[in-house]
């Protein structure tokens, strides 16, 4: 056992340097994992999918495949994996930090970038760069999928007219013969920069060994 | 043109001025109409003289006047209307809002009535006595800001406006009575005395954060949501501190010498009345929600019950001298959620307009009033002292934020940097409160004068200079902003994208937030507190009713309609083929259509981190457009004529945008693959309140409630021309240019 702990404070200084979280965040990530893993040394799918608590989302299959992406690893190949361990667990989680005061705007800037790209993986299923209608179609009716009385037709709707708003935003003197391919990372970047990603989209990752009342947002 | 409307508003003020000027003519001031009712006997008609009994017979009166009965009321009125005017007056020209918050206009106007009265030797209607202040004026503007507050950023900021309000009023009562004390030993001013109880209840007094105040400056100036909610509910809780302290001090200020004991009983105290408004609060609201439970017969009083229980839980606590701002606060936010759901559509239309109007009236009253009286009561002017309190009232709540924010950003997720820091320090506004306060100050208080002089100036002061520069300021330094307005479809899809992703996460990582804590209360919520007070709406039979009536307003809409509006389905060209991939965008999404898929999205988020509208606009209602139980029938005619190539047609009315099913067709069913056209794509956006109701109506319509809503066409998108005709009547048309690229479509205040 000891020499089991020295090893992964060893690794956990690499992951601190890679992600960006602490090493009080990594431990309790780690307990995390094991906990999802049954102690054993990756993930696979069936194992996030019996999280109860995540039966409830109807986007969770996208989720859940966003652990298992490739590009959500901040490298550039595609694919996704079979089983992930534990550091590409925490890669992916690292997308979800808060920023700091001392984060720059920089940094602020990449860590918007991040979310932006994670979501766009989302999307873009088959990895082709582009997000096109069909996949959008899907993660709207998978959206909407939990209440139940929306038809098909509904959810197509909608993103028909998410589509066309892309088209026009990005590409405004499209003329009515032209075909619009999807949506790519810029565009999707264009139509999302009035979205207040930075207060939103982040997780309070704890640094204690235990749940505490924090005060506010 | 502007400068007629700028004459013509100068010439309605000074009339209104002039106005004012029969109540000093009545002799003397009225009495105060808050102590009862005082029915003046009426003056007798002195045809007949009393004295001498003559043998003439005296004629009947053809024509009387007896002012004196009806004074008080009308005196009431005419000060509102004029107070209304005033407000009239101001928006007509324009730019001056901009620039000038509202609250420093009432005071000029109000200065200016003072002036001409004063001048005329006149007193003001006693009306503005702290009783009346109290008791009638300040009730409904705290129930106007604790009604519209935004709850889910307000719970998720809990512990930050509950720090600012309690730690930060008391850092700066003791920091301002302190220093004010110091000064006071200095011999040049003459102040000497001012004990130091003194001091300290007068710093109690204007370090109280202004609600009215406040909230007015900062609704022009859309700063981010956090720095809102921190000022917001600062300002609000801040009343139990307030109440403890003045309390404690005026105490204590007859008193030589303090015990220790004293203090002690004043932290107690502190809680007492902290937790007991909160606690009579709750209980009211939990009373006003269940009675609503039970008033599906007596629709026509429902708004009546809002108003009393919160006006009630107001004087209850007043009863018992805890804090009723606070009581009210709570009151109103506990019941909000559970009334909205029993009373009807229209009861909750009228409690709003009623909250918002009661509250928009209160506060011009409040203001005017407050210009009025500075002129004419009577001043103690020290410059020392004044200008001392000045600055150190400034000096301590910059410092006090500083201090506050350094030791709380630890634990907030989201920071305040330096420019929010200033946003807070810098919007600290006091106003009427301080103001009333100072008028209840006991008499045996040797320098009372100064002390009333010293809150107006500093009100004046901060309401003037801070509240007119802020908003420049603001811009200046960039404070984070928010975008209210949500434009376009993709954020709104991906703003619940990202929320579902990040709850997933949350659940996925097992680490929770508040949001856990959120989420236990939702279950508690759902499982108990809504069976309690909720009627079940299901067992109803006023579907038949509502039915009908919904009927009724689709057919006067049909009669409404104009040839050529448009409703969304005809000028649709849905897309041809379903088996092309990327499909060449040739729709054209009317406004409503965008809205109904708004309302799509909205009403199916799942579990709710629900969100509530999270700004509105301090003069405006919300933009409710969470649909209602709202079935429509539409009708077959006209669905009948909606088919692709009659797109044209101008028999098409409004009704088209309300989204129902074919008749004959029931929710489960799929779609004939014929049906081209969108208004029908459309048709099964349901209703939130009805996610179980998918069992087969004969009548299976649906609809959202966007019909309901005013159109906001500021925009379209168009690619095919040759729908222009549709829309060229359409009054509020927007730009029609076809590479338009998208303008903010919709005004949603509520889609943070």
Redesign the interface.
């Known amino acids: 056992m000891g020499a089991k702990q020295t090893r992964s404070e060893h690794d956990h200084q690499d992951l601190v340097e890679k992600t960006g979280f602490s090493v009080e965040q990594i431990q309790?990530?780690l307990k995390?994992f094991q906990?999802?893993s049954g102690n054993e040394e990756t993930i696979s799918r069936e194992h996030?999918k019996s999280?109860p608590?995540?039966a409830?989302?109807?986007?969770?299959m996208?989720?859940i495949e966003?652990f298992f992406d490739k590009r959500n690893q901040h490298g550039n190949e595609l694919g996704s994996y079979e089983e992930i361990g534990f550091e590409e667990f925490l890669m992916v989680?690292s997308h979800?930090r808060?920023?700091?005061?001392t984060t720059t705007t920089e940094e602020k800037e990449t860590m918007r970038k991040e979310k932006v790209r994670f979501?766009f993986n989302?999307h873009d299923t088959d990895g082709d760069g582009k997000i096109?209608?069909?996949e959008y179609r899907k993660?709207?009716e998978e959206?909407?999928s939990?209440?139940?009385?929306?038809?098909q037709?509904?959810a197509?709707?909608?993103a028909?007219?998410?589509?066309?708003?892309?088209?026009?935003?990005n590409v405004?003197?499209?003329g009515?013969?032209?075909?619009?391919?999807?949506i790519t990372f810029e565009h999707f970047e264009q139509?999302?920069k009035?979205?207040?990603?930075?207060?939103?989209?982040?997780?309070?990752?704890?640094d204690v060994n235990a749940?505490k009342?924090?005060?506010?947002? | 043109m502007n400068h007629i409307y700028t004459k013509r508003a100068l010439s309605v003020l000074i009339i209104c001025a002039f106005l004012s000027l029969p109540y000093g003519s009545s002799g003397e001031a009225p009495p105060k109409p808050g102590e009862g009712v005082t029915i003046l006997s009426p003056v007798k008609p002195d045809n007949g003289p009393q004295v001498y009994p003559e043998d003439e017979k005296s004629n009947l009166p053809v024509f009387t006047m007896d002012y004196p009965r009806i004074q008080i009321p009308f005196e009431i009125t005419l000060w509102m209307l004029l107070a209304s005017f005033a407000k009239i007056g101001f928006h007509v020209y324009h730019k001056i809002t901009i620039w000038v918050p509202e609250s420093c206009l009432l005071i000029t106007i109000g200065l200016i009535v003072g002036g001409i009265m004063h001048s005329v030797k006149e007193e003001p209607p006693a009306v503005l006595t702290s009783n009346v202040f109290f008791l009638y004026m300040l009730p409904p503007i705290v129930l106007d800001s604790g009604y519209f507050m935004p709850a889910r950023p307000f719970f998720e900021n809990i512990g930050t406006v509950l720090w600012f309000a309690v730690v930060g009023t008391l850092w700066n009562s003791i920091g301002i009575g302190m220093s004010l004390f110091a000064i006071c030993q200095i011999e040049a001013f003459d102040v000497q005395d001012i004990n130091l109880q003194e001091n300290l209840l007068f710093a109690a007094i204007i370090s109280a954060v202004d609600p009215v105040a406040v909230l007015n400056v900062f609704e022009q100036a859309s700063v981010n949501e956090q720095l809102y909610i921190a000022i917001f509910g600062e300002c609000l809780f801040n009343d139990a501190i307030t109440v403890v302290l003045y309390s404690m001090f005026s105490f204590v200020a007859e008193m030589p010498v303090v015990d220790p004991v004293d203090v002690f009983l004043g932290v107690s105290r502190f809680f007492v009345v902290g937790l007991g408004g909160m606690g009579f609060g709750i209980l009211f609201g939990f009373v006003a929600a269940f009675t609503t439970r039970f008033t599906s017969k007596v629709r026509e009083i429902e708004p009546l019950f809002i108003f009393m229980y919160s006006y009630l839980a107001y004087l209850v606590a007043e009863l018992f001298a805890i804090s009723s701002i606070m009581a009210i606060v709570c009151c109103a936010l506990t019941m909000k959620n559970y009334v909205e759901e029993n009373v009807s559509q229209r009861s909750c239309t009228t409690i709003r307009h009623v909250v918002k109007m009661l509250g928009s009236i209160s506060e011009t009253l409040i203001f005017f009033f407050l210009g009025v009286v500075t002129i004419t009561t009577e001043h103690e002017w020290n410059w020392g002292y004044i200008l001392f309190t000045l600055l150190f009232a400034f000096l301590w709540r910059g410092l006090g934020v500083l201090l506050l924010t350094q030791i709380i950003n630890p634990f907030r997720t989201i920071p305040f940097n330096m420019k929010d820091q200033f946003g807070l320090a810098y919007g600290g506004l006091r106003g009427a409160v301080s103001f009333a306060l100072a008028f209840t100050l006991p008499d045996h208080i040797g320098r009372k004068q100064l002390f009333v002089t010293a809150t107006i100036a500093v009100i004046l002061f901060t309401v003037f200079l801070q509240g007119i520069s802020i908003q420049p300021l603001i811009e200046f330094i960039n404070v984070r902003r928010t975008n209210r307005n949500v434009d376009t479809i993709n954020v709104e899809i991906h703003s619940r994208l990202m929320e579902h992703t990040m709850e997933g996460i949350e659940d996925l990582c097992g680490q929770w937030s508040h949001f856990y804590w959120k989420d236990k209360f939702m279950k508690f919520n759902n499982r108990i507190l809504r069976r309690i007070f909720i009627r079940d709406r299901r067992a109803e039979s006023s579907i038949v009713a509502l039915y009908k009536k919904l009927e009724l307003q689709n057919a006067m809409e049909i009669l409404d309609t104009v040839p050529g509006d448009i409703s969304a389905a005809p000028s649709l060209v849905s897309l041809q083929d379903e088996k092309k991939e990327s499909p060449k965008p040739k729709k054209i999404y009317m406004a409503e259509d965008l809205k109904n898929m708004h309302n799509i999205l909205s009403k199916n988020m799942y579990k709710i981190r629900q969100r509530t509208v999270a700004f509105t606009s301090k003069h405006a209602l919300p933009n409710d457009s969470q649909p209602r139980e709202i079935l429509i029938r539409r009708h077959a005619s006209i669905r009948r004529s909606l088919r692709p190539g009659i797109l044209q047609s101008t028999m098409v009315p409004k009704s088209q945008k309300y989204f129902s099913l074919p008749a004959a067709q029931n929710l489960g069913s799929k779609y004939p693959s014929v049906r081209l056209s969108y208004a029908d794509d459309h048709e099964t956006m349901s209703d939130v309140a009805y996610p179980t109701r998918r069992s087969r109506f004969s009548h299976p319509k649906r609809s959202s409630s966007g019909a309901m809503m005013p159109l906001h066409r500021l925009g379209t998108l168009k690619e095919v021309p040759s729908t222009d005709v549709l829309n060229e009547s359409e009054g509020e048309g927007g730009s029609k240019d076809c590479s338009t690229p998208i303008d903010p479509l919709l005004h949603f205040s509520g889609w943070l």
């Open positions: 309790n990530l995390r906990q999802l996030l999280i608590a995540l409830n989302n109807p986007i969770r996208q989720i966003a989680m979800f808060p920023p700091t005061l979501l989302m096109t209608l069909a993660v709207v959206l909407l939990k209440s139940g009385t929306i038809e037709e509904a197509k709707a909608i028909d007219a998410a589509m066309l708003e892309v088209a026009s935003t405004p003197n499209m009515p013969d032209d075909f619009y391919e999807g139509i999302l009035d979205l207040e990603m930075e207060s939103r989209m982040h997780i309070r990752f704890l749940t009342v924090h005060c506010g947002k």
